[in-house]
């Protein structure tokens, strides 16, 4: 039996993974096909280092409408979405309340002013340095209105540190000469930077972990067995009872069914993404452009052009709506004029959501051999290496050294 066994193999669970093993833990991750099933796979690819601020805040509740009407808007919920999710909408809804927002930033800041050190730690012992691309991002505007009626979130970020400089037309097109259509303006993002390919990343960092003595167990966990104040078994979906001696549950979107076998209900949603990534673009993008009114980005990689975003609440495991990835791939020929999305490759998966952004990284409160890592939203990807620090800490026994108590459990 392994020291540690870890469900979920996304970027979470990898970065403990190699964490785990490099305290001298014997590590089993356990997932069901991890190469292009989660978020890690399919994602933008940010180091979103500023991405602090959350979609839940003041003055949202006047776009609802617009969203819940326009199938082409950033944020989509289907008609049986809003039934099933009410209950996590009004958490969602009440985490945007003015005070709230400011406690969640700094929460949110809290972890990802450490992702770039983090991750230059861990792609330098994994040999990957090359892997973190120093581009910084930009977000793009249709107008110079666009940008400011934002302040909140710009003095926000501002304030905690995340620096931006606006630029106007011709600034942003020297930069970026393929950009064109609507676009009028834009704002460098200081210090976000990218993955060459999230997929990539994650494949390049599971044969690290293989490499380092760690196992991979493919199977579909349906059940945590527990006794008392222990977890004692995984059971899968073949039938296979795998005892376990400490577990870590970082399982994405998919975390909240196995949290109950704990005893422990917890409000996380899945909001959908979709990306369109063509291998052969045409056109030149020198960083990633953020499509502030189209509400997707386009992410140069190694494999070709990423258009990925928006937001679907569907539930856990819906049918995929390419017509959503369909909407994306065609406002993108509209701002990169001459990009040729023919050939694209189209991919549906869940963003890991708590109501109020911010991610779980706790005890389990039942059971003492049990961690969470999960609902890390829209930046898992940045937190992955700062995540499996505290996480590898809390499955040793060791103190953090951060103050936990924003990403509790019981929080709700
Ligand atoms: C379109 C889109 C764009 C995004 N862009 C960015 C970005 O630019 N930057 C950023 O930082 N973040 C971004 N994110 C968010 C980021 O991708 C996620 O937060 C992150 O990947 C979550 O990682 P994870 O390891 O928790 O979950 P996942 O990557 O979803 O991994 C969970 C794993 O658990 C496995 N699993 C689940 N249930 C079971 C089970 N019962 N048994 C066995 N295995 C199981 C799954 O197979 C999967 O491999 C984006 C997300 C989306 C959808």
Redo the contacts with the bound molecule.
């Keep these: 039996m392994s020291d540690v066994t870890i469900?979920?193999?996304?970027?979470?669970?990898?970065c403990t993974g190699i964490a785990l093993l490099g305290e001298g833990l014997s590590v089993e991750l356990?997932?069901?096909?991890?190469l292009t099933?989660?978020?890690?796979?399919?994602?933008?690819?940010?180091?979103?280092v500023g991405?602090v601020v959350p979609i839940s805040k003041p003055g949202i509740l006047s776009k609802i409408p617009k969203w819940l009407l326009d199938p082409e808007s950033p944020l989509f919920v289907r008609p049986r979405g809003i039934l099933t999710q009410m209950p996590w909408l009004l958490r969602f809804l009440w985490s945007g309340r003015r005070g709230r927002v400011l406690e969640i930033a700094d929460a949110l800041a809290s972890l990802t002013r450490r992702a770039e050190d983090d991750y230059q730690q861990l792609f330098e012992k994994t040999g990957i340095i090359n892997n973190l691309v120093r581009a910084q991002n930009i977000m793009a505007f249709n107008s110079k209105a666009d940008y400011e009626d934002d302040q909140f979130s710009w003095n926000l970020r501002q304030r905690l540190g995340f620096k931006h400089q606006f630029l106007s037309k011709e600034e942003l097109l020297s930069l970026e000469p393929a950009l064109g259509g609507p676009i009028k303006c834009g704002v460098l993002l200081e210090e976000w930077f990218q993955f060459s390919d999230?997929g990539l990343v994650?494949q390049r960092l599971t044969q690290f972990f293989v490499a380092q003595g760690g196992q991979i167990r493919t199977?579909?966990?349906?059940r945590i067995e527990a006794h008392g104040n222990k977890a004692v078994a995984i059971h899968l979906g073949n039938g296979e009872k795998i005892p376990v001696q400490r577990l870590a549950l970082?399982?994405?979107?998919?975390?909240r069914?196995?949290a109950r076998d704990l005893s422990v209900r917890v409000p996380l949603a899945a909001?959908?993404?979709?990306?369109h990534h063509v291998p052969n673009p045409g056109v030149k993008l020198n960083r990633p452009i953020l499509y502030a009114n189209g509400g997707f980005?386009l992410?140069p990689m190694e494999s070709g052009l990423r258009i990925?975003?928006?937001i679907e609440i569907a539930g856990i495991d819906p049918h995929p709506d390419y017509r959503r990835a369909n909407i994306i791939a065609r406002k993108a020929t509209q701002v990169l004029p001459g990009l040729d999305i023919s050939g694209g490759k189209q991919w549906m998966?869940?963003?890991?959501f708590m109501p109020d952004t911010l991610p779980v990284i706790d005890r389990a409160p039942h059971h003492d051999n049990v961690v969470f890592?999960?609902?890390?939203?829209?930046?898992?990807?940045?937190?992955?290496p700062t995540t499996a620090k505290i996480a590898s800490d809390l499955l040793i026994g060791r103190s953090p050294e951060l103050d936990l108590s924003p990403y509790r459990v019981t929080r709700f």
């Excluded at 356990?30 to 991890?34: H, N």
């Design positions: 469900v979920g193999g996304g970027i979470i669970g990898v356990v997932d069901r096909g991890i099933a989660g978020a890690s796979y399919g994602n933008c690819g940010l180091l979103a991405e999230p994650q199977g579909s966990v349906e970082c399982a994405g979107a998919w975390s069914k196995l909001l959908q993404g979709y990306h980005v992410t990925a975003g928006t998966g869940p963003r890991p890592a999960f609902g890390h939203g829209q930046i898992g990807m940045t937190l992955g």
